[in-house]
């Protein structure tokens, strides 16, 4: 346990009752020892004991909760004046409830325990007759009382004092985070590269380029399940490196040492990436972004000299001792891409809240509304006078279900997220589920997914892609059929919906829904087609980088002429490519 959790628990109001009851109970055992008839003394102190034991009896009603400190206080007292004499010695366990009291319970508790000490003390003492004398045994009790009484007020102030401290860290976490954002805006407005992390990080690749030179080199960012995943790339649109930051890897190795690696070779053993080009005389290099101590990502770059030469690319060694400017630059940029990292994940919690927001609002407000509309139409309909108005009203009717109807799609559209849990797949799958529940046309879906992940921000911008494509296919197709088919090996994604519908139409001025998947498919550096498909029907292809290899269980062909070339091995449902229907 760290120390400040450690503190933090030993400073919660019952932990420190407990501390004090027991410091106090084991105080008086000591003096019991050194009293002068121990047996009467050790007697006493075993009352107190259980007095103690009675404050932690279970209680479930509030009312008792707070009297066990004043019953404690009064077993207590009858204790030390149970005959054959008083016990003096052991007056200062009563600090002990009134502590208790005040801190956990408030002012009036406290108040409570002391009086009825006070009260126990005076009675049992004219009750057993003891031969102390009244005046000398009250001098002695009065001030353990009052202290005991100024104990308990003194917890109550605190009490008091931490209750108003928690109420308002709620409002001291908000101001904190107000300062923090205004802050953040001034700045970015200031910053000449920006916030946006891919193109700080294809920024640093080509600087790097200029001064090192390589034949391929990649800005690679820890993603969720400890593998690295390309943020930016140069001189290749996929790289087919071990991302696993396994010890025995070039990349793993420079992951663990924090420091630059270089290496004879091709980052992948065997590689002949470029045109069935010799790893001989090929070298890498491995550079880490660091944040003080810590490492967040790797700049990975390889080259072949010979091969660049031919090329008439000048390609300067990739030596130790001549890598001293390029760890410098990487260095040096390692800040701005932390922030820009860090900037995209609070804009993106500030965009999933902003959409949940947004849900909430539409449920309450408008469908709320338009339900009720519906409603009022019922009556309409049963009221109406003649068959005719009746038609009219009931068609009414079915115009505002299918508001209704069309506005909880939107509600789940904005719902719809994926999370370091949920992976575009299922995400995906969960999406078609809820759009084909009463659709008029069968989805038919694919999905073959990796087991390594694309980067959070980019599933979340296929996903978008996907939906406005599927909404696009239900509100305008009139189809039969719609297929979707997602394929995930990262770097490569590859993201097609098709419909047997109407086809595209012309676009009309108000329509930005192509606009804005070009947009999010050009923030991926990805390649957006959308177009006829043959016979009949509309297609929306999307593409990140190259696959490694060909798909295990479907074939997409792309091109005009077969842009409807998708067909499953199988046959049957499962996750792995395989096609599964919902009528």
């Known amino acids: 346990m760290k120390p400040g959790r450690r503190f933090a628990r030993l400073a919660e109001p019952r932990t420190l009752v407990t501390a004090v009851r027991l410091a106090l109970l084991g105080f008086?055992?000591?003096?019991?020892?050194?009293?002068?008839?121990?047996?009467?003394?050790?007697?006493?102190?075993?009352?107190?004991?259980?007095?103690?034991?009675?404050?932690?009896?279970?209680?479930?009603?509030?009312?008792?909760?707070?009297l066990l400190p004043t019953l404690e206080a009064c077993v207590a007292a009858a204790g030390i004046t149970a005959p054959p004499a008083d016990r003096s010695g052991l007056l200062p366990y009563l600090l002990a409830p009134a502590f208790a009291g005040g801190l956990l319970y408030g002012l009036m508790p406290a108040i409570n325990t002391a009086g009825m000490a006070a009260l126990v003390l005076l009675v049992g003492h004219l009750l057993a007759h003891n031969p102390q004398s009244l005046h000398s045994f009250g001098a002695d009790s009065a001030q353990w009382v009052l202290l005991a009484l100024a104990v308990g007020l003194l917890a109550a102030w605190i009490r008091r004092l931490a209750a108003a401290s928690a109420s308002s860290d709620v409002n001291r976490s908000y101001e904190a985070a107000y300062e923090l954002l205004s802050q953040l805006r001034t700045v970015s407005r200031q910053l000449s590269g920006g916030l946006d992390a891919v193109s700080l990080a294809q920024a640093l690749l080509q600087e790097l380029q200029s001064r090192i030179g390589f034949d391929r080199g990649a800005v690679l960012i820890r993603a969720e399940g400890g593998r690295l995943v390309p943020l930016a790339l140069e001189g290749t649109s996929f790289v087919d490196w071990d991302t696993s930051l396994a010890g025995d890897t070039p990349l793993g190795r420079a992951w663990q040492r924090?420091?630059?690696?270089?290496?004879?070779?091709?980052?992948?053993?065997?590689?002949?990436?470029?045109?069935g080009a010799s790893s001989d005389g090929a070298r890498h290099a491995v550079l880490p972004l660091r944040m003080g101590d810590r490492t967040f990502g790797l700049v990975a770059v390889e080259s072949d000299p010979a091969l660049s030469a031919a090329r008439g690319v000048p390609v300067l060694p990739l030596e130790a001792t001549q890598l001293s400017g390029a760890a410098e630059l990487v260095n040096g940029a390692a800040l701005r891409l932390e922030t820009a990292l860090l900037f995209g994940e609070v804009r993106t919690i500030a965009t999933s809240e902003e959409r949940r927001r947004l849900a909430r609002e539409i449920h309450d407000g408008i469908a709320q509304e338009l339900a009720s509309l519906g409603y009022a139409i019922d009556d309409l309909v049963a009221d109406a006078g003649d068959d005719e108005q009746a038609n009219v009203?009931?068609?009414?009717?079915?115009e505002v279900t299918r508001m209704v109807g069309e506005l909880r799609l939107s509600i789940f559209d904005l719902r719809s997220e994926v999370q370091a849990q949920i992976s575009l797949g299922n995400a995906l799958s969960d999406y078609v589920r809820q759009v084909s529940a009463g659709a008029a046309f069968s989805v038919h879906l694919i999905l073959d997914?990796?087991?390594?992940?694309?980067?959070?921000?980019?599933?979340?911008?296929?996903?978008?892609?996907?939906?406005?494509?599927?909404?696009?296919?239900?509100?305008?197709?009139?189809?039969?059929?719609?297929w979707v088919t997602c394929h995930v090996d990262p770097p490569f994604a590859h993201l097609r919906i098709e419909d047997d519908g109407r086809g595209l139409g012309t676009k009309r001025i108000d329509s930005f829904g192509l606009e804005v998947m070009r947009e999010r498919a050009d923030r991926l550096g990805g390649v957006l087609e959308v177009g006829p498909r043959d016979p009949r029907g509309t297609f929306v292809d999307v593409r990140l980088g190259e696959r490694r290899s060909r798909p295990r269980d479907a074939n997409v062909v792309p091109g005009p002429q077969t842009s409807n070339a998708i067909t499953s091995d199988t046959g049957e449902g499962s996750r792995d490519g395989r096609e599964r229907a919902a009528r």
């Open 393 to 398: 009203f009931r068609g009414l009717r079915r």
């Open 449 to 482: 997914e990796a087991p390594d992940r694309l980067p959070i921000t980019v599933e979340a911008e296929l996903l978008r892609i996907a939906q406005e494509a599927i909404t696009n296919a239900r509100k305008h197709a009139d189809a039969e059929h719609l």
């Open 28 to 66: 008086t055992f000591v003096v019991a020892a050194l009293d002068a008839h121990p047996r009467r003394a050790v007697a006493g102190a075993l009352v107190l004991a259980a007095a103690a034991l009675l404050a932690y009896t279970p209680a479930h009603n509030p009312v008792v909760r707070r």
């Open 258 to 275: 924090s420091e630059p690696t270089t290496g004879v070779g091709w980052l992948v053993e065997g590689d002949s990436h470029a045109s």
